[in-house]
């Protein structure tokens, strides 16, 4: 992560972000302010948690997104027809974004979004990359893997219907959980696996309790790597023979029918449940930048059918992932325990 200023914030940024740093301190927004955030891909998702990170004062967002701005204009709020012309969308949402808060630097890198994982110049000095929108899987997973080798952090999320998933790789990360009295023996640092790690075939059956959706990202991830190309509608019963052999004996299976049909035919990102997803990558950011509090481990599940969001750690059963002790706290063994066990999120 980038040095934080030595500095007291300025004036201006103290007024805008009052009522913030009422919530988390000047130091977690010195370290907001110091970090830089790329976004690649921009959707409804990434306009919802775009607008959070910026308004929440991350002193440095790159949207790199080539799709013409003319495409998104009425179905993205930050891409305005007035600004849409003969902008990319990335320039559009940036103008509006700049415009939202002016102490944030928001910037358009150029170039497409599938061509990020291949441009070190695009993840030179990033502390973040979040990847969202319509990437396939292996394209996210070689974008990790960049990610990593350029020494940032990274996330990435998906929408489609009423559902949806978020995914976090924080590397090795430390935090002081909230409550704690901040003293060094109590921080816990977290173990995190890449996302090829995640969506690799699982050496055995998966626990009951597993999430519909993680089967179809399973499914998928095996059947873009066995096909050699993104996945269309047309490869639906061919993922559906593989999600039945995955997932014979789950509870899950039904749902994980209904999600795989709904992922593969391309349904819309639906704005409630964009907005549900930005918010939480906002918190995940903020989480990620400041080591306060803890952020989530590794993978998030959630339905507008039931209001639902559940975090689990994935792969299962290998440690992969799990936190360890940086000293003896009690806090950190109560975070242990916790992030071992998928639970439910509340959505306020």
């Known amino acids: 992560m980038s040095p934080a200023r030595a500095d007291e914030l300025k004036d201006e940024e103290a007024a805008v972000y009052d009522r913030q740093l009422r919530v988390w301190g000047v130091e977690v927004q010195r370290k907001l302010t110091a970090a830089r955030v790329l976004l690649v891909g921009f959707g409804k998702l990434a306009a919802e948690a775009t607008k959070n990170i910026t308004l929440a004062g991350v002193g440095h967002v790159t949207l790199l997104d080539d ?19 003969e902008h990319t969308a990335a320039q559009a949402a940036a103008a509006t974004l700049q415009a939202m808060n002016p102490l944030v630097k928001v910037s358009a890198a150029a170039g497409p979004a599938a061509a990020a994982a291949a441009s070190a110049d695009a993840l030179a000095g990033q502390d973040l990359v979040i990847a969202t929108g319509a990437m396939p899987l292996g394209q996210l997973q070689q974008l990790n893997a960049a990610a ?33 009295a901040g003293a060094d023996s109590d921080k816990v640092t977290l173990q995190y696996s890449a996302l090829a790690e995640v969506l690799a075939p699982p050496a055995a059956p998966l626990p009951a309790t597993t999430h519909a959706m993680y089967y179809v990202l399973l499914v998928c991830a095996a ?21 039945q052999q995955l997932a014979a004996a789950s509870p899950q299976l039904a749902a994980a029918q ?37 952020p989530l481990n590794n993978m998030l599940f959630y ?25 003896g706290g009690a806090a950190a063994g109560s975070q242990q325990q916790q992030q071992q066990q998928a639970h439910e999120v509340v959505i306020d």
């Open 223 to 243: 059947l873009e790597q066995q096909l050699q190309r993104p996945l269309t509608a047309a490869d639906l019963p061919a993922a559906q023979q593989q999600l």
């Open 303 to 327: 339905s507008l059918l039931d209001g639902r969001a559940i975090v689990e750690t994935q792969p299962a059963g290998d440690g992969a992932g799990q936190p360890g002790k940086a000293a």
């Open 258 to 294: 209904q999600q795989l049909a709904a992922h593969l035919a391309g349904a819309a990102e639906f704005a409630p449940v964009a907005a549900v997803l930005g918010g939480i990558i906002a918190n995940n950011v903020v989480a990620a930048v400041s080591g306060s509090g803890a």
């Open 148 to 180: 990593r080798r350029a020494g940032a952090s990274f996330m990435a999320g998906g929408a489609s219907g009423p559902g949806g998933w978020f995914f976090v790789d924080l590397r090795q990360h430390s935090y002081v959980p909230k409550g704690s």
């Open 67 to 85: 799709t013409p701005a003319a495409q998104l204009a009425g179905h993205n709020f930050l891409v305005t027809p007035a600004a849409a012309g």
